[in-house]
T-cell receptor, first 115, second 115 residues
Framework: EPEVTQTPSHQVTQMGQEVILRCVPI?????FYWYRQILGQKVEFLVS????????KSEIFDDQFSVERPDGSNFTLKIRSTKLEDSAMYFC?????????????FGPGTRLLVL | DQQVKQNSPSLSVQEGRISILNCDYT??????FLWYKKYPAEGPTFLIS?????DKNEDGRFTVFLNKSAKHLSLHIVPSQPGDSAVYFC??????????????FGTGTLLAVQP
C-alpha cells in the first residue's frame, strides 16, 4: 500500500541553525501539507501546497519557514533559523483531491529537537 | 482555537465491548470529518471519514456518526480489541471557496482496551 515517507526520523540541531525536513508524498497525490505537534499539544496545520505554490499557511508559518517541491517526488520544509520552540514532531501529509473526498495520509513524522 | 473538541482525554474499555469516542465542533463550515489513530512516535493513521451530507459511515468494526444539528460526531468501535489501544484524533475540514483543506484536529482521546 502506498505511503508517505519522511526523513530523517529524528533531527537534533542547535538554536539558530537551518534544518530541512524531507517528505515523499504518495505518488499520485496532488496536495501536500505540513503539520506539527508540540509535545502534549494537538496536531497543528502549518502549510498546504498545490501546483507548486503555497495554497494556505497558518500564522505559525512565518518567514523562517519555507516549503519546496524540488523535483517530482520530494516535498521539503525548511526552517531557516531554528528556535527552541520549534522542537516538535513534524508530519507531512498528502491527499489526492481537495474536493469532497479530502482524506489526508500522514507520514511517520520527524522529531525535531532544538537545543 | 477550540473549533474541534474532544472532551474526554482518556477512555478505558474491556476487550469485546464497544468503545465510543466523542468529538464536538463549533464551525458550521466544516463539511468533512475524519478519525485518525495514532501510536506514540508515529504519524496519524487514517481510520474512517464522513461527509456532512451523511449521518453515518461504517467500515468493518468502525462506525462514525454525525449529528449536524448538535455539531457532534462519534466513533464506535465494536468489538474493541487490545490492538485498538492508541490515541484517537477527530479532525475536520472546511471548504472555503476552493482553498485547500487544512485539517483542524481535536486534542485526542487515549483509548485503553483491557484484555
Amino acid at each position: 500500500e502506498p505511503e508517505v515517507t519522511q526523513t530523517p526520523s529524528h533531527q537534533v540541531t542547535q538554536m539558530g541553525q537551518e534544518v530541512i525536513l524531507r517528505c515523499v508524498p504518495i505518488s499520485n497525490h496532488l496536495y501536500f501539507y505540513w503539520y506539527r505537534q508540540i509535545l502534549g499539544q494537538k496536531v497543528e496545520f502549518l502549510v498546504s501546497f498545490y501546483n507548486n505554490e503555497i495554497s494556505e499557511k497558518s500564522e505559525i508559518f512565518d518567514d523562517q519557514f519555507s516549503v519546496e517541491r524540488p523535483d517530482g517526488s520530494n516535498f521539503t520544509l525548511k526552517i531557516r533559523s531554528t528556535k527552541l520552540e520549534d522542537s516538535a514532531m513534524y508530519f507531512c501529509a498528502s491527499s489526492e483531491f481537495a474536493g469532497r473526498v479530502k482524506t489526508q495520509y500522514f507520514g511517520p513524522g520527524t522529531r525535531l529537537l532544538v537545543l | 482555537d477550540q473549533q474541534v473538541k474532544q472532551n474526554s482525554p482518556s477512555l478505558s474499555v474491556q476487550e469485546g465491548r464497544i468503545s465510543i469516542l466523542n468529538c464536538d465542533y463549533t464551525n458550521s463550515m466544516f463539511d468533512y470529518f475524519l478519525w485518525y489513530k495514532k501510536y506514540p512516535a508515529e504519524g496519524p493513521t487514517f481510520l474512517i471519514s464522513i461527509s456532512s451530507i451523511k449521518d453515518k459511515n461504517e467500515d468493518g468494526r468502525f462506525t462514525v456518526f454525525l449529528n449536524k444539528s448538535a455539531k457532534h460526531l462519534s466513533l464506535h468501535i465494536v468489538p474493541s480489541q487490545p490492538g485498538d489501544s492508541a490515541v484517537y484524533f477527530c479532525a475536520a475540514s472546511a471548504k472555503y471557496g476552493g482553498a485547500t483543506n487544512k485539517l483542524i484536529f481535536g486534542t485526542g482521546t487515549l483509548l485503553a482496551v483491557q484484555p
